[in-house]
Structure formats: C-alpha cells, structure tokens
C-alpha cells in the first residue's frame, strides 16, 4: 500500500524520540563546554616541550638537534641553538635551544616531531582552548609556554610517560656502569665528561 | 598475463612501425613499463584495449612527470703522445641529456583480472615540442586526468575533446608541477611569524610590516 | 518495484550502451522537445548547500532540465603533490589524511603500501590485522554518512543524518583512543603502524561492530521502503555499465553499475584473500542501486571486522627493517592500490634515491568518478542533479587536492 514505508520510518522516528526519554544510548548530544566527555588517553593536540626537575629552562630534555624541524611537515617548528651547554638525563653536555618557537596556528597535530624526538623531549599536549585576540603572536608558543614539566606529561599520559621515564632510567643506569667501568679500567675516578665537544649533529642523526 | 616482452612483440606484430621500449624498474615493485613513440602511440594502445589476451579495459591512472635536463659527466681515456711519451689522458666531458614531460598511464583489466600495464608517452622537450597524442578516445576515464597533466605539466593533448584548465584558473600562466616553476611572491599567502614569505610578501604589499 | 531490487548477485549485469559512439555527451546545446526553447545557464556552487563543498556546477537548463552541465573544480586545490615532492615520504603521511578527510585511515593504507612497494617492505601480521579492522570501520562510518547525506539532499533534513552520526561517532571514539585524532588520524607507517592497540580496545571495537547490524536495521526500515525515496532515486541517473568501465569508474558507483571488480577481491592487498565477504552488485545503475550499494557493503564489513577480530595474533607491528628517521627507498617506481570506500585511491611514487619522493601522485577515486556526472545529469531536474552528485560521494579535499 503507498504510504507504508513512510509510516514505518515514522514510527521508527518516533521510537528514537520517545526511547531518548528513557534511554541513555539515545541521549548523544553532550552539552558542551558545560558538559565534558572523559578525554582519552591517546588524544592529542599540540606538542609541548617536557623539563625534568622544577626548572623549566635548565631542565628542557630538547636538546635543540633540530631533527623535529627538519622533519616538520608544515615546517612550524623555528629553532635556534645556545651557546651554552647543560648536561643531559645521563650527564653529557648537550646543547639546549635559545629560542624554540612552535606556530600552533601552522601546526597541523600530526605527532611526527614527537615520532623522530631521539630524547623524548617533545609531547603531545591534550589542551585545546587557544583562542585568543591576537591571531600570531597569540598562536606563537615560545620556550616558556612550551615547556611543561614531566609530572603534567605524567598526568595526561600516564602509561607514556612511564614508559619513557622507564627508558631514561635504563639510560642512566647504563651510562653509571659505564662510567664506572671506565673508571676502573683507567684507574681514575669517575668524572663528568664536562667541558669535552660532542657533536651533537651526529648525537641526534645516530641511534641516541 | 604475459609478460612485457610477449606484449611488446605482439604490439610490435600488430602495429606495424610501432617503436617500443621496455623501462626497467630496479624497485623492489618490479613494475616495468612499455616507452611508446607518440605516432603510433593511440593504435598500440587500442591494441592494448582490444586484444583478447589483454583487454586492459580500465584506464586506472594517468600523470604527468616531469624530468629536467640533466648533466651527465662522461670521462674517457685517450692515449695521446705528450712530450714523446705515450700517456693515457683523461678528458671529462659534461654532456646534457635534454629534459622531457612524461605522461604514464596505469592499465588494468577489469575483465580478466590482471595489471598493471605501463605506458609512457614522452615530449621531445619541456617548452615546444609538447604535444602527444591524447588516450581519452580510447579511455573515457582519461578525460579529466589528461587535463589535469596539461594543466599542472604544460603537455598538450592533441586530440582530446575539452582540454582546459582543469585545477588552476583560466587566467593562469605557468604550470605549477613543473620541476623548475617558481611560486609567485606577490601571492595572498598566510602569513607565518618565521615564514621568508613575509619578507618577499612585504615588498608588494608595504604596509603590512 | 521492489525495495530489494538492488539484491546481491554473482556478476554480470544489465548490458548498457554508450550514450553515442564515443564522443561522450554533446557539447553543444540542444532544447528537450517539451521545452520551450528558452535556455538558462546557473552556476550551481560554489557555494551552494548541496554540492558537499566548494564545487561548482555550470548547468544549462531547458526549463527545469539540464541540458549540458560542467562540473569546476580547484577551489580547494593546495597542489597536494607538489607539497609531497617537497617533503619526506613520512612528512607526506600526515597530508594523506586530509585529502578525503572521512577516510583518513584508509588513505594512510594507501599511501603506506604504495611505499611498502617501493621500498621493500613488509608489514608483520598484526598490523595487517590493525590495518584491515581499522579501514573497515573506515568503511562503515564513511558508507554510513554517505546515507545520511544523500538523504539530506533529498531534503529528509537531519534525521537519517544524526541517525548515521550517532554511529560514526562511536567509531570515532575507537579511532581516537587508538590513534589519537577522531580525524587526522595519521595512524599507519611503512612497514607497519605507529601504535599497537591500547588495551581493551578490542573489546569496545567488537561491542560497536555487534551494534552496527541494529544500526543498519534501524535505518534501513527508516528509508529502504520509503515511497519518497524510492521515487526520487530509481530509474534516476543511469549509469550505463560499458561506459562505467570506459571512464574508469571505482567503487560502489561501479558496483551499482553491475561490474563485478572489487580491490580487495581481484588483486587482494594486505590479507584480504582470508576472508569470507560477497561483493554486492547492482542491476541498474541508478541511484537507488548506489545508495544500496553502500548499505549492502557495510554488512559485508562488518563479516570481515567480525573475522578479523576473532583471528587478530598477537607480535609485533612494525617491519624491523622499517626507519623512521633517514628513509631513503632505492631509485624506482611503484603504484600501489586499494580498494577505498569511495573507489580505488591508487599512490604513484617515483623515487630518485633522496629523502624526498621525485614524483608522488594521488590517484583520487572521487575526482574520477565525476567523468561521468553530466552523463548522469542529462535530462534530469535540477533537484536531481544534486541527488545525483551526492549518491557519486565526493569529498572536495580529494578532488581538488
């Protein structure tokens, strides 16, 4: 009979309506920003730069190699290199960037920078809201906003950055019984390479 | 399928004047393609549509490539009498391979299953010579493809029904896939805090630094 | 007519002509014999509700029929492929996702196997399994909002729409705990994929997977039997099967056409040979049989997600030969395939050797399978122009690249 396809999507309609009375799974649309679903685990936004300790200048694992900003797809990234050395997670001296920009109105969240970090240096953030008045410079992350420390890495990706926390250690362990080893091999005590050059162009194309 | 050599000889039996070449692919991919000379480029390819064996009947893809000129170094060694003495001197000679525009088309069958086949088609240069002989009369599935190689490489299709621009405006000049084009400095780009573009931008629009 | 006419069958088809020798369609005007002579032009686009995009049509109508209609496109054009030229093969990755931004998942298998072709490279079968599950669930979501806004061009405003959004949006849930973006999800890596899945994901993909069937039982008594739609989409925009063939026609469009070629049957990539899945095939063409299509696919998805999911092995997910830093794939070429949701979408790459590709093309199904769309168009309405176009499914960031 004409008419009973539309009759039988109405009354499918109409079971959607009143099931949304009594049902949950019905119930889709979340009121936001009053109303926010759990955020998972993996999500991400923009990266951000991860500091050890509580001195988010000295304490940056970057280690301004620079792989990131080659390897950036919207070239977003804009780095330039200290001077000044700081020692690493393991105790070399490394070099540290003067300026780290990341243009977050370029940047696309691809996560390819935080692929190629060798030093786990750079994260993906999870925070969103940027709007702000000032479309560039408002959108330029310099080091200072960029840097955040690893407990907050901690709290948005937990298993993460445990896991990296887990490798630093590894690292550290390692470097300790080298140094001690060669220490004991040369008869002198352990020192700090402190003062020596490292390349650390080559440190960031190997296999750090 | 057959191989690339059985079809070559077969198209060569079939067409006769037909010049084929085979191109080695050295990638693990191992697809390897058939060079056609443009005069009997669209009777080998109706060989290729039609031939029972064969009957690549899906034109899958078709792109432009653009190859520039390039230099080849060449060193022979030639025995001359310097000074009484007979020496063997090494005379480095560069040599330029002209560049050309390529376009390649990927055949399948959809019948029977099988591909794909390759065929090149090469200009004789990268600025006059440039024509080559359109395949949308054999393959519908052409039409739009080959205009967008003549819109993004510059090859012009003879014989194809509606060639136009097809991406890039009417007005527009150049060929933006070319190897050696250059962008346009005076463009609306978005501007970025550490972009160069700003600097040349700013040389047409001098209020905006 | 019955509602099913559109059922699945072992090949073959109705056998169509060409509409003239080749030729195509006329490219002068002609006046239909009741109109009255009077012609119009109209520029459908680019900003217009219906077209999905910025797309442009230029139509020419006889009174409310079109007589020549050509589609215009690059208002969204970026010059994807010379951006790849100019960057890595895996800086290239994350742009992939944008050019059919339902599908991203999808397009990064593309691009992975075209380079996993050129490369050498293998990816282990876990990630193999990870890549089939996660491009069917592309599949389902992707087919899912086809329905929904084909509807909406039909004017059944919203309802079929956020039926079909309430689903994909459990499916996006899955790919954002899994990849990390609802969207731009650059998941997939030559030789492999990025992540492994996260623990108990497996189970929240096969708790959505067993509610899809509801899903599609719920939408299809909602439309398949409705009168309005069935008047307005059978017998409508004909695509004959010779000319589907001819004009290089992928994916459901083919399909409803009556040509038997599906990717993951006639050249099977990844592990497709293993499973059981049919491949519908249409009857006549229209657009009934295109939006049938698309529902009877996702069926024969969900039979695959179900036989992916029992036999999923555990082990690794990248190739160990695979680099992330410093890839440089040997000089050559390959041209790598895949069966998307919106019909072939092929990768050509050409290597020179450096850490860039010298030539990266995209093969876009959508782009392709406008050839025919003034085919389709001649004759009809206006209105059903737009009924046409949406039941072909573009996605303008993959036209216009």
């Given amino acids: 009979m004409l008419g009973t396809g539309i009759l039988k999507g109405m009354v499918e309609t109409g079971r959607n309506f009143l099931g949304s009375y009594v049902s949950e799974d019905r119930l889709v649309t979340v009121q936001y920003p009053e ?61 540290q960037p003067r300026v780290f920009d990341i243009d977050i109105s370029v940047c696309m969240s691809c996560q390819i920078c935080v692929e190629v970090c060798p030093f786990d240096a750079i994260k993906m953030d999870v925070e969103v809201d ?79 | 399928m057959e191989t690339l050599e059985q079809i070559k000889a077969r198209a060569e039996a079939a067409v006769p004047g037909a010049i084929l070449g085979i191109l080695l692919n050295s990638s693990p991919s191992a697809q390897h393609s058939l060079v056609v000379d443009n005069e009997h480029a669209l009777a080998v390819a109706g060989f290729l549509r039609d031939d029972p064996q064969l009957r690549l009947d899906y034109l899958s893809n078709a792109t432009g490539v653009d190859w520039l000129d390039r230099e080849v170094k060449e060193s022979n060694i030639t025995r001359q009498v310097v000074d009484g003495v007979e020496r063997d001197i090494e005379v480095t000679s560069v040599r330029v391979v002209p560049g050309y525009l390529e376009a390649v088309y990927h055949l399948y069958s959809m019948e029977l299953r099988h591909g794909p086949v390759i065929l090149r088609l090469r200009t004789g240069n990268r600025s006059d010579l440039v024509q080559i002989p359109s ?19 510059g090859i012009q299709f003879t014989g194809h029904p509606d060639l136009r621009r097809i991406l890039m405006w009417d007005g527009f000049e150049d060929h933006p896939m070319r190897k050696d084009y250059v962008d346009p400095d005076d463009f609306e780009y978005e501007p970025t805090p550490h972009d160069e573009v700003l600097e040349r931008a700013a040389r047409h629009y001098p209020t905006t630094k | 007519m019955t509602p099913d006419h559109a059922h699945q069958k072992a090949g073959g088809g109705g056998e169509g002509t060409l509409p003239q020798a080749w030729g195509g369609p006329s490219y002068e005007l002609r006046s239909s014999p009741e109109g009255d002579g009077g012609l119009l032009e109209i520029s459908m686009g680019p900003q217009h ?21 050509k589609p215009v496109f690059g208002y969204l054009h970026r010059n994807h492929e010379k951006i790849g030229e100019g960057t890595t093969y895996l800086g290239s990755m994350p742009y992939t996702d944008r050019l ?26 876990r990630a193999q399994y990870i890549r089939v599950i996660t491009a069917e669930l592309t599949r389902l979501q992707n087919h899912a909002c086809l329905g929904g806004f084909l509807l909406q061009d039909m004017g059944a405003s919203g309802t079929p729409l956020m039926y079909a959004f309430r689903e994909r949006e459990k499916i996006l849930d899955l790919f954002e705990s899994l990849t990390g973006a609802r969207m731009m999800c650059n998941y997939m890596r030559f030789g492999g994929c990025r992540c492994d899945l996260p623990p108990g994901w497996l189970e929240q ?45 992928t994916g459901p469009v083919l399909r409803a056409s009556g040509v038997n070629y599906d990717i993951r049957k006639a050249e099977p990539y990844g592990i497709y040979d293993r499973f059981q899945f049919r491949v519908p095939l249409g009857d006549h063409g229209d657009v009934y049989d295109r939006y049938m299509m698309r529902v009877l696919e996702m069926r024969e998805s969900i039979k695959i997600l179900e036989q992916a999911m029992a036999a999923i092995p555990g082990g690794p997910i990248m190739d160990p030969k695979a680099k992330i830093r410093g890839f ?48 389709m168009c001649l004759g009809h309405h206006v209105a059903d122009v737009v009924v046409i176009l949406g039941s072909v499914d573009i996605v303008l960031g993959e036209v216009d690249r």
């Fill in chain 3, 205 to 249: 993909a096969r708790t959505v997977v067993a509610e899809f069937p509801k899903f599609l039982d719920e939408f299809e008594s909602l439309l398949n039997g409705n009168e309005i739609l069935m008047s307005r989409t059978q017998g409508v925009g004909v695509l004959p099967r010779d000319l589907a063939i001819n004009a290089s026609i």
């Fill in chain 1, 35 to 95: 109303q926010r679903i759990p955020r998972q685990e993996a999500a991400r936004s923009f990266p951000f730069l991860v500091f050890d300790g509580s001195d988010p200048v000295w304490g940056l694992r970057c280690v301004a190699c620079q792989i990131c900003e080659k390897e950036c797809p919207p070239k977003c990234i804009y780095i330039i290199k200290d001077s000044l050395r700081k020692a690493d997670h393991i105790g070399k001296m490394q070099f």
């Fill in chain 3, 100 to 125: 059919d931004y339902f599908c991203s998942l999808t397009n990064n298998w593309a691009y992975a196997l075209a380079v996993e072709k050129l490369a050498g490279l293998e990816a282990p079968e």
């Fill in chain 3, 328 to 375: 440089r794939p040997k000089a050559g070429e390959a041209y790598g395939r895949i069966e998307g949701p919106k019909g072939e979408l092929g990768f050509y790459l050409i290597s020179d050797g450096s850490p860039n590709p010298c030539r990266y093309r995209v093969r876009p199904p959508s782009f392709i399978n406008l050839t025919v769309l003034e085919d």
């Fill in chain 2, 135 to 153: 395949l949308t009369p054999l393959w519908r599935g052409a039409e739009f493809q080959e205009r967008e190689i003549y819109d993004l490489y």
């Fill in chain 1, 130 to 208: 940027f709007s702000t008045g000032d479309r560039f410079g408002g959108l330029l992350m310099n080091k200072q906003r960029l840097a955040k420390p690893n407990s907050y890495f901690h709290k948005i990706h937990p298993s993460d950055a445990s896991e990296v926390d887990g490798r630093l250690a590894a690292d550290r362990l390692k470097a300790q019984a080298k140094a001690k080893a060669d220490a004991e091999a040369k008869g002198k005590p352990a020192a700090g390479p402190a003062g020596k050059s490292f390349a650390v162009g080559k440190a960031g194309t190997g296999s750090a």
């Fill in chain 3, 49 to 69: 509700p219906s077209t999905h995009g910025v797309f442009r049509m230029d139509v020419v109508l006889d009174g409310e029929r079109v007589v020549k209609l």
